[in-house]
């Protein structure tokens, strides 16, 4: 009862990255709270093929949903499983991604079950709220952490009297952690037809085709970003240069994307995708906390701005003051040159 739970999204038998990212983060949660980490799988044909991807970061108790027409994902039947068991084991977390999957559960889970849900957090915190009006005070709330007003604040968001308390959070915010290979944690194989009636399989998926990115900005060591800097198309060629001598990837900002310098899906930040490469070279970015927020865990900054006062520099291991097409060809020349 009053567990943690969250929900694992999978592709096939393939346990999404920011599931994981989200057990390592629930079971500090657990931990603070006193009370054990469950996780929820829901798929065709996963028994044996999940739990030693799920178990190891620390999960007490793992509920397998495993009957056809649950994979791949579609609203209803997941939406039940969820409901109905939420309504026996009363969780007072629940945590999902913030993708395509989440942001569609999330939401018809919530309103189901009367509770509260704040999407695209940043940070997750266990805290104290004293309302003053009502005269409560209400311990080991979930403080759940997200910019708002288009990043010009950070709120804390809290829901003091409805459960579960849930919560989205974008892949790459926050960091996957095995806690023991050897995690010993109980496998419940639920009853499927119990907690989702035959009705709710209404949507059949006839055909699916599944495109792989065509970058890997999540998982390169290192990232040449451009911003609205970088003046042009034309420029995010040189940082593609630089990238490809580097064995980089590339990435840009909001105002580069939203100037038609780059694609949306190259785009870092809030709206975008969080990196944490080993060094992260932020080429005519300003630094906006939109920006910031998806690359600040970086090992390395390196900033080239023709403005020495950009608030990126404060960020900033090593700032170049200069253009960025003045720099680029210089630092493209020099790795040409003494790379083996």
Known sequence: MNNVFVYCELEGTQVAEVSQELLTKGRKLANTLGVSLEAIAIGTDIKGKVESQILPYGVDVLHIFDAPGLSPYTSKPHTAALVNLFKEEQPQIC???????????????????????TADCTALEIGV??????????????????????????ATIINPDNRPQMATVRSGVMKAEVLDPN???????????KYIPEAEYVTQVLERHVEASKNNLKGAAIVVAGGYGVGSKEGFDQLR??????????????????AGFCEHELQIGQTGVTVRP????????????????????????????SDENAPINQLADYVITGTVEEVVPKLIKYYKQNSK
């Open 183 to 193: 995690y010993q944690g109980k496998v419940v194989v639920e009853d499927v037809a």
């Open 95 to 117: 945590l999902m991604g913030a993708d395509v999957v989440g942001r569609d559960l999330g939401p018809r889970v919530s309103s189901a079950l009367h509770s509260g849900l």
């Open 241 to 258: 240069e630089l990238a490809h001598v580097l064995h980089a990837e590339v990435g840009g900002s909001r105002a580069a994307v939203d």
């Open 278 to 305: 080993k060094v992260y070279i932020a080429c005519g970015i300003s630094g906006a906390i939109q920006h910031v927020s998806g690359m600040k865990e970086s090992g390395i900054i390196i900033s080239i701005n």
């Open 129 to 154: 709220h004293e309302d003053k009006r009502a005269g409560k005070i209400y311990e080991n709330l979930l403080y759940q952490i997200r910019p708002a007003f288009g990043g010009n604040i950070v």
